[in-house]
């Protein structure tokens, strides 16, 4: 009997690489990668990818065939990405009687934007502006409910590594970081968690897990300096965390990432969920072994932490999302 074919987008993304090498080592599924480059094909197919086909979520003819006898879809898309992603919804929803299950990735707090069923209640300061971002995740659940296939959502704290990838050059020279997090503490996700989690509730199925939301977490929440330890403990050196003022932040990075990490020094990611655990039985990777521990794709945090990075200073990638309207 043919396996399930299982479509994973952003294949070639921190999430993407582990959990197809994770699903290749299981063999339930017959795994296509989608990438939107295919010059990493090879390195998607050594993870153990049965099929690699070009995916572009800017570009409707590239579907089709990447959803040609698909039955499962993990669907996870950058930031800017937010308008192709919404058109992709409404293509899945035309495929009712094909796609049984998508697995989406999005962040804790999406639901609402806030940590009360009230969407116009900030959830830990009155007249604070909900951040677009947040919205931007809301609406990415949404566009999938709407379309109909049963849904499962990952809905996950902000990435252990991901804050850091702006300062790499300064971390591997001169030995130190700068964001305006501070003393403020969030509990951190380890990406490999993430992938370990999208495959259980692919393998378990939407039986058992359509229609349910899940926030992530790592096993205790983090400030800067506490990072800079880890780090500089798994690097071999002393690493230093400098405060920066949220002007300069916004000044760097624009308004619409700016407002998203402000919202991090509320309070409202510092807690630590207990989903991951009722999901896999296993406590979340803590950032010193995410960094220096490898997952099922072969590289470690350590590594991770080098590759590819979407904010670059100077630059607001978010420029053209803030302006989509659903």
């Known amino acids: 009997m043919d396996k399930p074919i299982v479509l994973i987008t952003s294949a070639s993304g921190r999430i993407g690489k582990e959990l197809t090498a994770l699903l290749a080592q299981e063999k339930k599924f017959t795994v296509r990668a989608c990438c939107f480059s295919m010059e990493k094909a090879d390195s998607l197919r050594e993870l153990g990818a049965d099929?690699?086909?070009?995916?572009?979520?800017?570009?409707n003819t590239t579907w089709d065939i990447a959803l040609e006898g698909v039955s499962a879809v993990y669907s996870a898309s950058l930031d800017p990405m937010?308008?192709?992603h919404l058109a992709f919804c409404k293509a899945l929803g035309q495929r009712g009687e094909q796609i049984k299950h998508v697995i989406r990735i999005s962040c804790m707090g999406a639901d609402t934007n806030t940590a009360s069923y009230n969407p116009d209640m900030h959830s830990s300061r009155a007249g604070a502006a909900i951040p677009l971002m947040l919205q931007h995740y809301w609406w990415g659940e949404k566009a999938l409910i709407d379309a109909g296939p049963p849904v499962s959502v990952l809905r996950n704290n902000f990435f252990m590594n991901h804050l850091l990838k702006t300062d790499c050059d300064n971390i591997e020279s001169e030995g130190w970081f700068s964001n305006p997090l501070g003393t403020s503490r969030n509990s951190f996700i380890a990406t490999r968690d993430i992938?370990?989690?999208?495959?259980?509730?692919?393998?378990e199925g939407p039986e058992k897990h359509a229609n349910k939301f899940y926030d992530l977490t790592g096993p205790q929440p983090q400030n800067m300096d506490e990072i800079a330890l880890d780090l500089g403990r798994a690097m071999?050196?002393?690493?230093?965390?400098?405060a920066q003022n949220m002007i300069d932040f916004e000044n760097d990075f624009g308004s619409t990432r700016a407002e998203f990490f402000e919202y991090l020094t509320n309070g409202f990611y510092c807690r630590c969920s207990p989903d991951f655990y009722n999901l896999t039985g296993h406590k979340p990777t803590s950032y010193y072994d995410y960094l220096t521990t490898q997952g099922a794709s072969?590289?470690?945090g350590l590594d991770e932490l080098w590759q590819g990075n979407l904010w670059k200073k100077g630059e607001d990638a978010m420029k053209a999302a803030a302006q989509v309207k659903t």
Request: charge should be negative.
């Open 51 to 59: 099929e690699v086909v070009k995916f572009d979520l800017n570009d």
């Open 236 to 242: 071999g050196k002393t690493l230093e965390y400098r």
């Open 195 to 203: 992938a370990y989690a999208a495959s259980v509730i692919l393998n």
């Open 298 to 300: 072969g590289e470690s």
């Open 82 to 84: 937010l308008e192709g």
